[in-house]
């Protein structure tokens, strides 16, 4: 992995974009954007909808109302306290 100040990556900028692997841009010295490549962006965000959509299965599963149930509820509760 790459690592450039945000000033240099201006001036190289078809560099980075050549570039095979993951390029950080540093502002301030510190880490602050970075590039990767946009077949890997699709990996990692279908990874994390993987992830989300077995962390709902697993909430279904555990007894989790869900939103409609949750809303009801929640409805019913504060018309009671009126």
């Given at each position: 992995?790459?690592?450039?100040?945000?000033?240099?990556?201006?001036?190289?900028?078809?560099e980075?974009?050549?570039a095979?692997?993951?390029?950080?841009?540093?502002?301030?010295?510190?880490?602050?954007?970075?590039?990767?490549?946009?077949?890997?962006?699709?990996?990692?965000?279908?990874a994390?909808?993987?992830?989300?959509?077995?962390?709902?299965?697993?909430?279904?599963?555990?007894?989790?109302?869900?939103?409609?149930?949750?809303?009801?509820?929640?409805?019913?509760?504060?018309?009671?306290?009126?």
């Amino acid at each position: 992995m790459q690592t450039i100040s945000a000033s240099e990556a201006k001036g190289k900028f078809g560099e980075i974009m050549a570039a095979k692997d993951t390029v950080v841009i540093t502002r301030y010295g510190r880490p602050d954007k970075a590039l990767i490549d946009y077949d890997r962006l699709q990996e990692l965000q279908a990874a994390e909808d993987r992830y989300w959509l077995e962390e709902s299965r697993k909430g279904e599963e555990s007894g989790f109302l869900g939103v409609e149930e949750s809303e009801r509820r929640l409805r019913k509760y504060l018309n009671a306290e009126d």
